[in-house]
């Protein structure tokens, strides 16, 4: 390993394998500091095709399974990390995009441990991965979460997707099975599910930020915008995908609305120092730094919040740094470039 080795950043992504995700990984191939990755998703085949794209223009890339509706994937994806770190492999994280989140047109489905899958995915699991990841920070380590103007209300994504509404942290992860994603009700359901985990999200990150402010280490809130042509929204009616997905890109014209490629950009530069060096606990929309809704800042709702889900993830927090690998972990195709 040489110096110049050294000096590259070690840079942890979620979802690099479509929509935002992907762009990110392009603006990571192309950044100049030339990082070396550490790709976690959830398809096998995906993340080969995302390990060889970062292969192919030379960066030192290592693959790790996950899958965020499962508490315990999280766990052992963590434990993953650890070892490529404990085994010299890779160097502590110096930048942590934890871009992966998904939104259902209902509240019926279910993560592996029983709570509302979109809860589970958007909250629980980004909580399980701010609070794994501290201890495999850098000194001066950074991790940017994935935030959405849909914490504001539905006039923030052009009435696409409903006002959040705020409950307990128990209710909001409560799914009801009894709903059917093709009925009207069911989607606005599962619309609000989407905007009030996110609100929660952009909650529970001034309490990650102030933890991780306590060692020296960065955590900020990004704001990808209305992004168009992603698959977040898949599972709409077959017509208003088909707008969303072919009709829609027009509003990428819009300043509050953008590309993957576009966005992806601005998360990497914030991410990696680029851009808005030395903030902390921000909220950046599309390269501009604004600031997250006043209620976000209520201190007993993260208090409920923040105490709740530690209560939820307590047991599947990494084990001791001497249990590297959890059993089955799926270690994928470390490549020195």
């Not at 070396?36 to 085949?45: K, Y």
């Not at 934890?98 to 019926?108: D, E, I, W, Y």
């Not at 609070?131 to 000194?139: I, M, Y």
């Not at 929660?200 to 309490?207: F, I």
Request: proline letters at 6%.
């Amino acid at each position: 390993m040489t110096v110049h080795d050294i000096t590259r950043p070690t840079v942890l992504l979620t979802g690099p394998t479509s929509g935002i995700g992907a762009g990110m990984l392009r603006a990571l191939l192309q950044h100049p500091a030339r990082p070396h990755l550490v790709l976690l998703a959830r398809n096998a085949t995906a993340l080969d095709a995302a390990l060889d794209q970062a292969h192919a223009a030379g960066l030192l890339a290592h693959g790790v399974s996950v899958d965020l509706a499962d508490l315990a994937s999280v766990q052992a994806a963590l434990a993953e990390v650890r070892a490529l770190i404990d085994a010299g492999t890779i160097t502590p994280i110096d930048a942590a995009l934890l871009n992966a989140g998904t939104q259902f047109m209902s509240r019926a489905t279910l993560g592996a441990q029983g709570h509302e899958r979109t809860f589970t995915i958007n909250v629980i699991a980004q909580h399980l991965l701010v609070t794994g990841l501290e201890p495999l920070l850098s000194d001066r380590g950074h991790v940017v979460v994935m935030g959405s103007s849909t914490h504001r209300g539905k006039k923030q994504s052009f009435n696409l997707i409903p006002d959040p509404q705020w409950q307990s942290p128990a209710a909001l992860a409560t799914a009801d099975p009894a709903e059917a994603p093709t009925e009207a009700k069911g989607r606005e359901r599962g619309g609000i599910a989407y905007a009030s985990s996110k609100l929660a999200l952009v909650t529970a990150a001034h309490v990650w930020a102030d933890r991780l402010g306590a060692t020296g280490r960065r955590l900020n809130t990004y704001d990808p915008g209305l992004t168009v042509r992603t698959g977040l929204v898949r599972d709409m009616s077959a017509f208003r995908y088909w707008v969303w997905r072919w009709i829609m890109p027009v509003m990428a014209l819009h300043p509050k609305a953008t590309t993957a490629r576009i966005t992806g950009r601005h998360a990497v530069e914030l991410a990696l120092g680029d851009a808005h060096a030395g903030v902390h606990d921000g909220y950046v929309e599309i390269g501009t730094l604004t600031k997250a809704e006043p209620v976000t800042f209520d201190a007993e709702r993260q208090r409920e919040l923040i105490d709740w889900l530690d209560a939820t993830i307590a047991p599947y927090l990494p084990a001791a740094p001497d249990a590297h690998r959890a059993p089955g972990a799926d270690h994928r195709r470390p490549q020195e470039a």
